[in-house]
């Protein structure tokens, strides 16, 4: 179904596309000299780099968000099902409210970065 959406959004953006460039055997796409040159480039170090600090970010947010609710979620066998949404529903909009902060400020030094 996702694969269906992707390609009728793009065929609504740019119409029916077809080309046979991207297929067309080339030497230098095989080349292992050319792609480690790609795959260790400065570039790809930094880009690398990146995601394992928005990795590394998320298990923080995550972390600290349950260590602080331990004690809350340590209680929940005895209240019963009744306590479940409530509990998830506040860690889930603490997950959120914090993870949407970090990733502003992620997003904010890589704009400054690319500028």
Do not use: H
Not at 19 to 33: A, Q, T, Y
Not at 81 to 98: F, H, N, R
């Amino acid at each position: 179904v996702a694969a269906l959406i992707a390609i009728f959004s793009n065929m609504g953006q740019f119409g029916f596309l077809f080309s046979g460039e991207s297929i067309k055997p080339d030497i230098k796409k095989i080349n292992p000299v050319e792609g480690a040159k790609r795959i260790f480039s400065l570039k790809s170090v930094i880009e690398f780099i990146k995601s394992i600090l928005k990795v590394s970010l998320l298990s923080c947010i995550i972390w600290v968000t349950l260590r602080g609710n331990i004690n809350t979620l340590m209680q929940i066998p005895t209240c019963g099902l009744e306590c479940v949404p409530a509990v998830t529903g506040v860690m889930i909009k603490q997950l959120m409210i914090i993870s949407s902060v970090g990733f502003v400020v992620i997003a904010a030094a890589d704009f400054a970065y690319q500028k």
